[in-house]
């Protein structure tokens, strides 16, 4: 990127499923910091090890699921976060799931103030998710909205 010369980054992960939980380990943007018109950029390095309690049944048509994580960001930050969700499945492969989630925030240089908080639901039908995420405004920040399609 106006370095004379490209850079890859790349993601890692394992799962495995134990107990009952399933227990993951990721490292994401591994690889060379970028150049961009010769002023080098640093990845947004990440190592996380986390814990879920994947769709237990609470009733016919409800399932609560469950999250918690900790991670390693560039820099030596530990930032803890976690999450829950239910899930409504009225019919056979159709989903509407509800979540929350929260993680300690980390206050960079240069960019805007998180939220601690997200919500956020899905609709899904079999494999196919349209996804909605929302963290809001904190003092000297924005609120920020995301929509994903996620195929599982």
Do not use: M
């Not at 943007?29 to 947004?44: I, S, Y």
């Not at 976690?82 to 019919?91: D, V």
């Amino acid at each position: 990127l106006g370095d004379g010369g490209g850079r890859a980054a790349f993601d890692v992960g394992a799962a495995v499923r134990e107990f009952g939980l399933r227990f993951g380990f990721s490292a994401q943007n591994l690889g060379r910091d970028p150049g961009v018109a010769g002023d080098r950029q640093l990845l947004p390095t990440r190592v996380s090890a986390g814990a879920s309690l994947p769709g237990a049944s609470i009733s016919t048509y409800f399932d609560v699921a469950a999250s918690a994580a900790l991670s390693w960001e560039r820099g030596g930050v530990l930032v803890p976060r976690g999450g829950c969700e239910l899930i409504y499945e009225p019919l056979s492969g159709w989903t509407i799931t509800g979540r929350v989630g929260a993680r300690r925030p980390v206050d960079r240089p240069g960019t805007l103030r998180e939220s601690p908080l997200s919500l956020g639901g899905s609709f899904g039908l079999k494999a196919l998710s349209i996804d909605y995420v929302f963290q809001p405004a904190v003092a000297g920040g924005q609120a920020i909205h995301s929509l994903g399609i996620r195929v599982q």
